[in-house]
């Protein structure tokens, strides 16, 4: 899911990818809502707030989204920048370090909000600015290493492409074409992921509150753990490698066969 | 010029943005604190005839029957926000403390009562002189009440 770079990614891990942190980001735009009534994983709706209280002159308000959106934009900032800049040395790092980040960022409202949250508005805003950052981060690291074709956190491109394609299939030249095919089943997943996440976090509200932050955390665990568990698995089946020697008597010298291992 | 440079000019205009911005405003938190007195009750779908009909002085009256019928502000004339997060709602006869908070980007009024049994307001328009607050109600078929007070 994660150590594999723009072209070089396949459709499954683009997928894997995809319906995880979409799921995920489902969870926490709902979360944020029923706690604090207010979005945090897309910011469309703030940019049209923000015009609205500019034109009302509201300057806290103004302050108050200018920042979410500021935030957003930043966290998707330092996924690229580590992506960019640690990807040569170590892939699966670059790209694990904004999820590990996303991870502190949900762990510290959820653990902030079940033990200290006197229900200030200061408090509300810092927790919602810290979803959106680590909205930001998610959002900027799936586009990023997937050469922009998961988005993950708002799904107003993804519904609009899945527009796109369901017109083209009324084509049959469109609708034999594997790589549209695969498109469409990336964007499907993302969206029902969402929803999904969207709708266990409305049910699950009520029992867990801020408690669901760590379920997403788990999520966001399970993408990291996955790579890093194949990463290892290949380490050590390599090291086990099986030589498989067949002697074979030609002419009077023996010949030594080295076969692959199984698992190479 | 270095693009650092460019990157920390961009960074620093962004954040000088947001202090300036707060340093003008006020928090929401501190406008609402002192006490509001009840002007009119506003309903989007209200039919006026019923106050002929019904011994109602006026359509405001009305409307806080019908609208308010089931909220915890039904009874109240004036409200005392209160720093400690109480909310002191008085009227003829009633008074009751409730807790308040503010929400969202301070456009949302939380009232909390009885075993945290919430009801929530839109912060319409709140300067230091007037409170406007829109809820959504249920009664008969859903409509968008207003609810606008005076500061004492």
């Given at each position: ?5 723009s ?93 590990i ?154 010949r ?9 | ?7 920390i ?31 009119v ?13 019904n ?18 502000i039904?009874?109240?004339?004036s409200?005392?926000?209160?720093p ?69």
């Open positions: 899911m994660l150590r594999k770079y072209n070089s990614r396949s459709l499954s891990d683009n997928i894997k990818l995809g319906s995880l942190s979409a799921f995920a980001a489902g969870m926490v735009n709902i979360g944020s809502l029923l706690l604090f009534f207010s979005f945090s994983s897309n910011v469309t709706g703030h940019y049209a707030i923000l015009a609205a209280e500019i034109v009302k002159g509201n300057y806290y308000q103004i302050a108050v989204v200018f920042s979410w959106i500021f935030l957003f934009f930043f966290g998707s900032f330092v996924s690229n920048m580590f992506v960019i800049h640690i990807n040569q040395r170590n892939s699966y790092l670059a790209h694990a370090i904004p999820l980040l996303e991870i502190f960022c949900l762990m510290f409202v959820g653990i902030y909000g079940e033990y200290f949250y006197k229900e200030t508005l200061v408090e509300t805003e810092y927790l919602l600015a810290l979803m959106l950052f680590a909205m930001g981060l998610q959002n900027g690291l799936t586009a990023s290493i997937s050469n922009f074709s998961v988005k993950t956190t708002h799904l107003t491109g993804t519904t609009t492409d899945l527009g796109i394609l369901f017109s083209m299939f009324t084509k049959k030249e469109y609708r034999n074409n594997e790589a549209l095919i695969g498109k469409a089943k990336l964007l499907v997943a993302i969206t029902a992921s969402y929803l999904i996440g969207a709708i266990l976090a409305g049910f699950t509200y009520v029992g867990l509150s801020f408690k669901m932050f760590y379920l997403v955390s788990l999520v966001l665990v399970v993408i990291i753990v996955y790579d890093l568990y194949k990463l290892r698995l290949k380490l050590y089946l390599r090291n086990r490698k099986l030589l498989k020697i067949n002697l074979e008597n030609v002419n009077g010298y023996v030594i066969e080295k076969e692959k291992s199984i698992a190479s | 010029m270095k693009i650092w440079i460019r990157y000019g961009f960074f620093t205009l962004g954040i000088s943005l947001f202090v300036l911005l707060i340093s003008m405003s006020n928090n929401p938190e501190h406008i609402i604190e002192g006490q509001w007195k009840e002007l009750w506003e309903y989007e779908k209200v039919d006026k005839n019923d106050t002929i009909t011994d109602y002085d006026n359509v405001s009256d009305f409307v806080k029957d019908v609208v308010g019928e089931n909220l915890v039904h009874k109240a004339e409200w005392t926000f209160k400690n997060g109480k909310l002191i709602l008085k009227g003829s006869n009633y008074s009751k403390e409730v807790n308040w908070t503010i929400k969202g980007r301070g456009n949302i009024l939380e009232i909390k009562y009885d075993n945290n049994n919430c009801e929530h307001y839109s912060l319409t328009e709140l300067s230091e002189n007037k409170l406007v607050l829109n809820f959504d109600t249920d009664t008969h078929t859903r409509g968008i009440a207003r609810l606008t007070f005076e500061k004492i």
